[in-house]
């Protein structure tokens, strides 16, 4: 009895562990890789595209006990870009940033994917992988939480000594559901990925995109967004045991105050 109940506990460990990987918990930084590197990778002509002309501060965050995805800057089909290789990996690079709601309004991106995961399915626990993803964090009210997602929450805290972030929205690329689907993450609700592109047709090929962050966050989640406190791009193949690899583009945001 009592292995099954260590065994249960370590499995809610890993698993509000990867809750804050995928949301990016500054609590993480003590996974960060090496500081020349990621100065290294700070510098690069993607970071600071993708910083808006401010201070680049994007870091790797890793997971405690998963095999981390690599990231390099190079120049690909003539663009700034990002490359990132999985192989049975997970981590993120993200920026911390600060949007108030009524500052909101776009975010700009693209990817380059050459395959899909065949065993890859963003619904279910052990196959939630995907070769992309564009990682929005927002603020919010907790006291919404139910009471499954405020005892995530309170045990992230505990593990980390950061809560769980509000709502987490991504933009991903599914094998089947179309465009426009919402897929609610097995783990918690507030985390909810909107799928923008959708099977093989435009494999191989670099795909722009600029969404608008309150409707989509609207169509997601069902209300208007809170503050925008942090950006990321994340390539994951570890619950598949898959390798798969990326090319991103710079992520750049949209504010009010650039369109007046």
Known sequence: MQNLLNRRCGRIVLAVLGLMLLVGCSALRSGAGDPAAESALATTPWAQASSGGNTPVWRHYKLPGKQPSRFSYMRHDGRNAMAVTSESSASMLRQAVRMEPAELISVRFSWKVPELMA????????ADDSPVRIVLIFEGDRDKFSPKNAMLSELARTLTGEELPYATLMYVWCNTRPAGSVIVNPRTDR??????????????????????????????????????????????????????????????????????
């Open 119 to 126: 065993q890859a399915d963003m619904a279910l626990r052990d």
């Open 191 to 260: 985390i909810r990925k909107l799928v923008v592109e959708s099977g093989t047709s435009k494999l191989h090929q670099w795909v722009d995109y600029e969404r608008n962050i309150h409707a989509d966050y609207r169509a997601a989640f069902g209300e208007v967004p809170g503050a925008l406190i942090g950006i990321g791009i994340m390539t994951d193949s570890d619950n598949t045991r898959s390798s798969t690899k990326a090319w991103y583009g710079p992520v750049t945001l949209r504010a009010a105050a650039q369109a007046r």
